[in-house]
């Protein structure tokens, strides 16, 4: 298998390189008619903090060992001891899966990207499990509430793009349309409407 992939080095219009793929820089078409196109983008918002989730987790590594070398007892907590070793499995998860794209010299796609993204959106619910009972339900900090908010608020921008509302606009403009074929399928619905309301 890594023979065969090796020698698809053709230049592609939708490849990308593997140190683009956290970035979320390129898409994929999948398919393409006229003025239709299934085009493969990530969620933003999801895409870029899990990728990046093992930034900080890095950090707080790091701050552990420091603590630890000065004298600072590690911590007995099952919560903290559980999201260190998880931690650490997603890490090496999305490593492994990860770091053999830059040894590859074919054309490659974000799609290949998918399995690390995999370990990295786990750690993302794994920290956020661990911040909201560590942090936010110990402290009693409403930063749980500005995160979902925001959510909701990308969420609602995007509706759009997740939900192909420009297609349903050109549905709705065919059922309009007296010749459409759609037309009396949509007047049944709007006669039967109407009889409910009397």
Same mark, same amino acid.
């Given at each position: 298998m890594?023979?065969? !992939?090796?020698?698809l080095?053709?230049?592609?219009?939708?490849?990308s390189?593997?140190?683009?793929?956290?970035?979320?820089? +390129?898409?994929?078409?999948?398919? +393409?008619?006229?003025?239709?196109?299934?085009?493969? *983008?990530?969620?933003?918002?999801v @895409?870029?903090?899990?990728?990046?989730?093992f930034?900080?987790?890095? %950090?707080?590594?790091?701050a552990?060992?420091?603590? @630890?070398q000065?004298?600072?007892?590690?911590? %007995?907590?099952?919560?903290?001891?559980?999201?260190? &070793?998880t931690?650490?499995?997603?890490?090496?998860? @999305?490593?492994?899966?990860?770091?053999?794209?830059?040894?590859?010299?074919?054309? &490659?796609? *974000?799609?290949?990207?998918?399995? /690390?993204?995999?370990? /990295?959106?786990?750690?993302?619910?794994?920290?956020?499990?661990?911040?909201?009972?560590?942090?936010?339900?110990? =402290?009693?900090?409403?930063?749980?509430?500005?995160? %979902? !908010?925001?959510?909701?608020i990308? +969420?609602?921008?995007?509706?759009?793009? /997740?939900?192909?509302?420009?297609?349903?606009?050109?549905?709705? *403009?065919k059922?309009?349309d007296?010749?459409?074929?759609?037309?009396?399928?949509?007047? %049944?619905? =709007?006669?039967?409407?109407?009889?409910r309301?009397?």
């Open positions: 890594w023979e065969i !992939n090796s020698g080095t053709q230049p592609h219009v939708y490849e390189r593997p140190e683009s793929w956290p970035l979320l820089n +390129r898409g994929i078409s999948y398919w +393409r008619s006229d003025d239709h196109q299934i085009y493969l *983008l990530g969620n933003p918002v @895409w870029w903090i899990a990728s990046f989730i930034l900080p987790f890095g %950090l707080y590594i790091v552990q060992i420091i603590c @630890w000065y004298g600072t007892p590690l911590s %007995l907590d099952a919560e903290i001891f559980n999201y260190n &070793l931690g650490l499995e997603y890490i090496l998860g @999305w490593f492994l899966h990860y770091y053999p794209s830059f040894l590859m010299a074919r054309q &490659l796609f *974000l799609h290949h990207y998918i399995p /690390a993204l995999y370990f /990295a959106i786990l750690a993302l619910g794994q920290t956020l499990e661990f911040v909201y009972t560590k942090i936010l339900k110990e =402290n009693n900090v409403k930063l749980l509430n500005y995160y %979902l !908010n925001g959510i909701m990308v +969420r609602f921008t995007q509706m759009p793009l /997740a939900f192909h509302l420009p297609i349903m606009f050109h549905l709705l *403009l059922i309009q007296p010749q459409s074929t759609l037309m009396p399928l949509f007047k %049944l619905k =709007n006669h039967n409407k109407n009889n309301s009397q």
